[in-house]
């Protein structure tokens, strides 16, 4: 069996990266997406630029939300194995 080991550097650092996650990702991606709803609104916005602009938005927050998907299933079994290392007893 191979090392185990989960430091009070990991921990903290697991943490940090929950809170970001959670709290000031969140924040500016909700404003991210809420100014891109209005631009990507015609009745705000319309015109050849605009059009371009819809076409790339849809494509950026689709991969937006792919992203932060991601994100919160990495950060999720990070959580999990640190867990169950520091219930275990490991260090």
Known sequence: MGRVACDGD???A???LHAV????FEE????????GAILGDPVHWD???????RSAWER???D????????QEVLAAA?????????AGGN
Do not use: K, T, W, Y
Not at 28 to 35: C, G, I, P
Not at 79 to 87: A, E, K, N, P, T
């Open 14 to 16: 697991s943490q940090q």
């Open 60 to 62: 950026a927050e689709a």
């Open 79 to 87: 959580l999990r194995v640190q867990g169950d290392i520091l219930s």
């Open 21 to 24: 996650i959670g709290g000031p």
């Open 64 to 71: 937006l939300r792919n992203f932060h998907g991601s994100l």
């Open 47 to 53: 015109g050849r630029h605009a059009i371009e602009f």
């Open 28 to 35: 500016v991606l909700a404003q991210f997406r809420a100014q």
């Open 10 to 12: 990991a921990v903290a």
